[in-house]
Nanobody, 130 residues
């Protein structure tokens, strides 16, 4: 059974940093396409960062709003994908979800409602105060 278990998050002042983690249980991590999404109250879930499978080059991609501030990375030995968030802004507030696809890239610019995402984490709250 595939499970994505998230940790991290919390509350921080603007300009601060947080790191999210997502452990993937149940399938070959190196072949997974991984991403982080977030959802603010009353808004649609949006893509934040993605990292391709190893055999696709493990290329990364970022939403324009977080480029230069957020970093997605993964540790194959720990089956874990991370999202390092620096220089946080109040508009980064929301519930963050990790996502995983087998053999299919995740498109950040396509809403989850319009693409197939195989697995989701349980979500973790990030609150940035001004």
């Amino acid at each position: 059974q595939v499970q994505l278990v998230q940790s991290g998050g919390g509350s921080v002042q603007a300009g601060g940093s947080l790191r999210l983690s997502c452990v993937v249980h149940g399938y070959t991590f190196s072949s997974a396409y991984l991403a982080w999404f977030r959802q603010a109250p009353g808004k649609e879930r949006e893509g934040v960062a993605s990292i391709d499978a190893d055999d696709a080059g493990a290329d990364t991609d970022y939403a324009y709003s977080v480029k230069g501030r957020f970093t997605i990375s993964k540790d194959n030995a720990k089956n874990t994908v991370y999202l390092q968030m620096d220089s946080l802004k109040p508009e980064d507030t929301g519930t963050y979800y990790c996502a995983a696809n087998e053999r299919r890239a995740i498109a950040l610019v396509v809403p989850p409602s319009r693409q197939a995402i195989d697995y989701w984490g349980q979500g973790t709250q990030v609150t940035v105060s001004s």
